[in-house]
């Protein structure tokens, strides 16, 4: 069995500021894949980027980076330079299959950019 | 371009009546998904497909059935709607078997009372 902690309720960051949401997850798959999504109050769930267990370098998507410490069982999102439009709730989500297919969620962190 | 569209986006249903929750992609991906989310959490998996005519349980498919007579439909049917069953509904798609992203509809609000 897979499982994904989230222990942020909620995070609070100013505008043009960097912020890291936590994400430490439990697998005994030696592959799989980790993923972030963003909902913003209107509830689509938006796809931000992805780590693959077996990838040496740490996921990057514009102002999305993933810091994925295998030993550790982390894979934190850290944004960078935020904009009022990240507020929102942003899961932490994982594959036992590496890829999209089957996905595991955390309860979620909600972020909400201040001026 | 649609992506992956759900409807309706919203329900209210009486306990005990049943209701078909339609999702369609026009993106031909191969694999599908139906996920809830109850409030304050996070989604979980309810019924998917690898493709037309396969289908599997996930890891909440008590109350639901499914069905995938063409690539582009996957519609969750709740046949005695109950309490427990109010929730988000999410549906998702991608391509195939190695695809890193998951593309969500809108979601289907449903209020079992």
């Known amino acids: 069995a897979q499982k994904i902690t989230q222990t942020q309720p909620g995070m609070f960051v100013q505008e043009k500021e960097a912020v890291t949401l936590d994400c430490t997850y439990d697998?005994?798959?030696?592959?799989?894949?980790l993923f972030w999504y963003k909902q913003p109050s209107s509830g689509e769930m938006i796809f931000l980027i992805y780590?693959?267990?077996?990838?040496?370098q740490n996921a990057t998507e514009g102002r999305y980076s993933l810091n994925f410490q295998k030993a550790r069982k982390s894979a934190n999102l850290v944004i960078s330079a935020s904009q009022l439009g990240d507020s929102a709730m942003y899961f932490c989500a994982m594959s036992n299959t590496g890829t999209a297919s089957k996905l595991t969620f955390g309860t979620g962190t909600r972020l909400q950019v201040t001026l | 371009n649609a992506g992956v569209t759900q409807t309706p986006k919203f329900r209210i249903l009486k306990i005990g009546q049943s209701m078909t929750l339609q999702c369609t992609q026009d993106?031909?991906?191969?694999?599908m998904y139906w996920y809830r989310q109850d409030p304050g959490m996070g989604l979980k998996l309810i019924y998917y497909s690898v493709g037309a005519g396969i289908t599997d349980k996930g890891e909440v498919p008590n109350g639901y059935n499914v069905s995938r007579s063409t690539t582009e439909d996957f519609p969750l049917r709740l046949e005695l709607a109950a309490p427990s069953q109010t929730s988000v509904y999410f549906c998702?798609?991608?391509?195939?078997?190695?695809?890193?992203?998951?593309?969500f509809g809108q979601g289907t609000r449903l209020t079992v009372v």
């Open positions: 697998t005994s798959d030696p592959s799989y894949g």
């Open positions: 780590q693959g267990s077996y990838d040496q």
């Open positions: 998702a798609s991608s391509k195939q078997r190695d695809s890193t992203e998951a593309f």
């Open positions: 993106m031909n991906h191969n694999y």
